[in-house]
């Protein structure tokens, strides 16, 4: 089924098929996932490493979500020199640091930063090694990014362009405020998908809590 955002008639019927869906995983309690099914990656440290993690921990957010939050950690990616497989290496050295107070939404802005300012366009993000998933993966994407696991509220948040694949679930606000490009959620979507998208695609797989009906402009897919 495709759902035309922002198109006045359809927005009564998307509420209707998609308010009685509900998500077969909920995203009040977190814990890794099946550690029988996550990829032991052993990640080797070189100078590399130790530069993204120093840049890491010269890197910090608010509490409350802003998507100025962004600007530093861009800053500080364009004074990097890394590969995909680099950055692919970092998202897995994170567990080290996903104590810290707002790792969620740390991590997530950074590694948007990391995928954005990179050289590639292709880029692997693992999830399923940590107890606290990313929120706003993908912070205004412009690459081709897999999401290995699940991610937290906001992903594809302002994307630009490129392709994101979930390969698990998606928490809230899917593609909030997207512009263009594709997103495609394999596993279960909750609130608000496309809220405030003018532009771009969305294809969700599972189940979904709700469409926003406050898109201007795009698609969403719902199969």
């Known amino acids: 089924m495709m759902i035309m955002a922002g198109a006045k008639q359809k927005r009564e019927i998307v509420i209707a098929n998609c308010s009685a869906l509900a998500l077969t995983k909920g995203f009040g309690k977190y814990k890794p996932e099946d550690e029988n099914a996550v990829r032991k990656v052993e990640v080797v440290e070189n100078e590399t490493l130790r530069q993204l993690k120093k840049a890491w921990g010269n890197y910090t957010v608010a509490g409350v979500l802003h998507d100025l939050d962004y600007l530093p950690a861009l800053a500080l990616a364009e004074k990097l020199e890394y590969t995909a497989a680099d950055v692919e290496k970092f998202?897995?050295?994170?567990?080290?640091?996903?104590?810290?107070?707002?790792?969620?939404?740390?991590?997530g802005l950074f590694l948007s930063?990391?995928?954005?300012?990179?050289?590639?366009?292709?880029?692997?993000?693992?999830?399923?090694?940590?107890?606290?998933?990313?929120?706003?993966?993908?912070?205004?994407?412009?690459?081709?990014?897999?999401?290995?696991?699940n991610a937290l509220l906001g992903i594809g948040w302002d994307m630009k362009r490129g392709q994101i694949i979930v390969e698990g679930d998606a928490d809230h606000l899917v593609g909030l405020r997207m512009r263009g490009g594709s997103i495609t959620?394999?596993?279960?979507?909750?609130?608000?998908?496309?809220?405030?998208?003018?532009?771009?695609?969305?294809?969700?797989?599972?189940?979904?809590?709700?469409?926003?009906?406050?898109?201007?402009?795009g698609q969403i897919f719902r199969h």
């Open 113 to 149: 930063a990391l995928i954005n300012n990179g050289k590639d366009t292709d880029y692997v993000i693992h999830t399923k090694h940590l107890v606290r998933p990313m929120e706003c993966i993908c912070f205004q994407n412009t690459k081709n990014v897999i999401v290995k696991g």
């Open 91 to 107: 998202c897995i050295a994170l567990a080290e640091f996903q104590d810290e107070k707002h790792f969620s939404k740390k991590a």
């Open 185 to 217: 959620v394999k596993g279960n979507a909750g609130e608000w998908v496309g809220s405030k998208m003018t532009g771009g695609k969305i294809r969700l797989e599972g189940g979904c809590k709700s469409i926003a009906t406050d898109a201007t402009g």
